[in-house]
């Protein structure tokens, strides 16, 4: 089984800036993997954030966060980053962090094999 605990969520001004984290542990350590990042906000359906592959030389994001949100990744503590800069109160919403059993990261939620339970970051304006 594998578990997923985020952190670093909060309640930050317009503009300011947060950064999430997400720690893995449990059977992850026998497979690559790659980690991603959705977000739900209140009567809309979860969307995809970012991604990053096993090696962390490939990022995707989510055209509503490019040029603002940076992933990243630390494989020595199983641990993956999201940094977020500019934010914006449509950045409202509960972040999870996943976990795909691939070395390629994936846009498609459906392709996650296991989640975090979420934290709530909330944007005032």
């Known amino acids: 089984q594998v578990q997923l605990v985020e952190s670093g969520g909060g309640l930050v001004q317009a503009g300011g800036s947060l950064r999430l984290s997400c720690a893995a542990s449990?059977?992850?350590?026998?497979?690559?993997?790659?980690m991603g990042w959705f977000r739900q906000a209140p009567g809309k359906e979860r969307e995809f954030v970012a991604a990053?592959?096993?090696?962390?030389?490939?990022?995707y994001f989510g055209d509503s966060v490019k040029g603002r949100f940076t992933i990243s990744r630390d494989n020595a503590k199983n641990t993956v980053y999201l940094q977020m800069n500019s934010l914006k109160p449509e950045d409202t919403a509960v972040y999870y962090c996943?976990?795909?059993?691939?070395?390629?990261?994936?846009?498609?939620?459906?392709?996650?094999?296991?989640w975090g339970q979420g934290t709530q970051v909330t944007v005032s304006s």
């Open positions: 996943a976990l795909r059993l691939n070395e390629y990261g994936s846009r498609w939620e459906v392709e996650y094999d296991y």
């Open positions: 449990g059977r992850t350590f026998s497979r690559l993997y790659a």
């Open positions: 990053i592959n096993w090696s962390g030389g490939t990022t």
